[in-house]
């Protein structure tokens, strides 16, 4: 009974903490259909009084949204790209292959961890000016390359080295060599926490603002989503119903990731029964 009365209570916060999270999402949902300017309605509502494409309407025709989601995906999934490539590479050396200096260099992967990236943004600007990308998409995707490679290869490690040594040592008694456990073995159990990564990876990448508004500084041809839907606020007055009808366009990839994704999160137990006793 006792057991009963605690699960009823955990479900009742539950659903009041989804009520509580939920709510200005679905509102949103409802105001980016509403056909007022400059105010929102008091009290919010969840339905349009008046249903209107409007604000869809001038989001895509007038400022030309597609063209900056244009923008986002490009520099999203290069880096994304760039970054597991190098990553994964990158942590199964620090996981699998001895070698002189290794503690001491992946230590030094950590201490980056603890700088906040806002300390660095002036030197990496100086950095990524110095080659002359300021204003690209080439320099943005460089800058977020190189700022995520120490994070993502401390996430990769830890699976890598989950996988036991002995069964690479079979590969290597087969004939095999770091290629042949890095294609063969290590990629195909990692895809779990290589999806993981990617989704992480995506996501901050797609939502960055600080970042690329440094970057991309204002050469109108390369701006991202963040940075336009910052600029649709105005200096005295912001057209909310615009706001939210480019938030839900841009939060459309989001969503489908994390429906066709979710399947790929790190999962336990890949590689039980890998080595016969």
Known sequence: MRQRIKKSISLVFLIIGAVIFVSPFLIMIGNSFESFTFSLPDPPRIIPSEFTLDNYREIIFDYEIFKYFFNSITITLSTTTIVIFISSLSAYAFAKIPFYGRENLFKIYL????????????????????????????????????????????FLKGFFESVPNDLLESVVIDGGNHRTIFQKIMLPLSKPAIATLAILVILGTWDDFFTAKVILAAQEGVLTLPIIIHRISGQHATKFGLIFAASMITLIPVILIFIFAQRYFVVGGLTEGAIKE
């Open 111 to 154: 201490f980056t961890l603890m700088i906040p990236g806002v300390l660095n943004i002036i030197p990496q600007f100086m950095a990524i000016n110095s080659i002359h990308l300021i204003g690209t998409r080439t320099g943005l995707i460089l800058l977020y390359v190189s700022t995520g490679i120490c994070g993502n290869t401390f």
